[in-house]
């Protein structure tokens, strides 16, 4: 079964310029989570999806937004890129149990994000 | 708002010698607890998920604990070897999403 893919895997992009990454979960599985990973703040969560749904979101601010699609693919859009956007940003997906409980992660190889 | 601390950040070992690494979280009320290798610039590789019913997990050289109540997990490999050099990552699993710690960067001494 193939794993989670992401892309692209790597963009330069500079400041105030907009992003959207994009991530294929694993076949099956049907939500989604996007967390962002840097040297200084380690990995945060920004928001995980299911059914097309946001379900949960992180203290990120609205210019980090998602969305996912009726084939369980996901994409994240960054608007107004600041410098401090840039980062590793990792996709996971699982299989989506009820709300309230927590099925295994299973990550993608990440996009690096630099921003100039 | 969960915390999860992993200490040391770095540590370096002689191959052949068994790592133990810490991990150490605010919120009991978790759902699972996963731990994950790091290669440099890659994605996150899961190595053992423990569910919160669970007080460990074993696969190979790996085990990991569990312990709920007084916030802690510890994840032992066995007769390191130089491909163990990597970051570890404990990460705690609740309320739809992961919380994370920083990491021990291991390195494996030949």
């Known amino acids: 079964k193939a794993g989670v893919t992401q892309t692209p895997r790597y963009l330069i992009k500079t400041r105030g310029q907009q992003v959207t990454l994009s991530c294929s979960p694993i076949s099956g599985h049907r939500s989604v989570s996007w967390y962002q990973q840097t040297p200084g703040q380690g990995l945060q969560f920004l928001f995980e999806y299911f059914s097309e749904t946001q379900r949960n979101k992180g203290n990120f601010p609205g210019r980090f937004s998602g969305r996912q699609f009726s084939n369980s693919r996901s994409e994240m859009n960054v608007s107004t890129l600041e410098l401090g956007d840039s980062a590793l940003y990792l996709c996971a997906s699982s299989l989506a149990p009820a709300r309230g409980t927590y099925n295994e992660q299973f990550f993608g190889p990440g996009t690096r994000l630099t921003v100039l | 708002k969960q915390e999860v601390t992993q200490i040391p950040a770095a540590l370096s070992v002689p191959e052949g010698e068994n790592l133990v690494l810490n991990c150490s979280f605010t919120d009991s009320a978790i759902y699972n607890l996963q731990w994950f290798r790091q290669d440099p610039g890659k994605g996150l590789t899961s190595l053992l998920l423990?569910?919160?019913?669970?007080r460990e997990q074993t696969s190979g050289r790996l085990n990991a604990s569990l312990d709920k109540s007084s916030g802690r997990s510890t994840l032992y490999i066995a007769a390191s070897q130089p491909g163990d050099s990597a970051t570890y990552l404990c990460?705690?699993?609740?309320?739809?999403?992961?919380?994370f710690g920083k990491g021990n960067q291991v390195v494996v001494i030949p």
């Open positions: 990460a705690v699993g609740g309320n739809n999403r992961l919380a």
């Open positions: 423990i569910q919160s019913s669970q």
